[in-house]
């Protein structure tokens, strides 16, 4: 199996410019890049590494490389237990940008982390939505159980 590099940019920037749409953010794709990126990594951290394993299986290509990095698999899990704590880890992974990205704006946050899982349904599997969920605090299963149908 031969690698294309080239073909995983070339869906990797369809992806962003594709999702900086869905998100309202015009043509923006470098905050795309970044907003889904800080979901990714704040998932990643909530979540078991077997269950990140089975969703990264899922993932093409492109967005795999997006998810993995920086990954410490044996770095302590964060306690996140209502959604106002995910978004200040989706902003802590977010760096200096999250002032720009979310605008202190807790409501806007929670529609691109929402936007975000509805668009993931085009790659992930509803059983594995559904086993992200399930493994979830129960304050946090909204933002994927309400998604999991569109």
């Known amino acids: 199996m031969a690698l294309n590099f080239n073909e995983y940019a070339k869906d990797g920037n369809r992806f962003l410019k594709d999702y900086a749409k869905e998100m309202n953010l015009g043509e923006n794709t470098e905050k795309a890049g970044r907003i889904f990126s800080s979901i990714m990594h704040a ?3 909530i979540i078991s ?3 990140s394993l089975q969703f990264l299986a899922q993932l093409p290509m492109f967005l795999k490389a997006v998810y993995v990095n920086g990954w410490n698999m044996k ?3 964060p306690r996140v237990k ?3 704590e995910f978004i200040e880890l989706v902003r802590k ?3 200096v940008a999250a002032v720009n990205d979310f605008e202190y704006n807790d409501e806007l946050a929670e529609r691109y982390i929402d936007t975000t899982f509805i668009y993931l349904r085009k790659y992930i599997s509803l059983g ?4 992200i969920r399930d493994g979830l ?5 909204s ?3 309400s998604n999991l149908m569109f």
């Open 43 to 45: 998932l990643r951290d």
């Open 49 to 51: 590494p077997q269950e």
């Open 75 to 77: 770095r302590p899990k």
């Open 82 to 84: 209502k959604m106002v």
């Open 93 to 95: 992974h977010d760096g």
């Open 128 to 131: 594995e939505m559904e086993d």
């Open 137 to 141: 605090p129960k304050d946090l299963k």
């Open 143 to 145: 933002m994927i159980y």
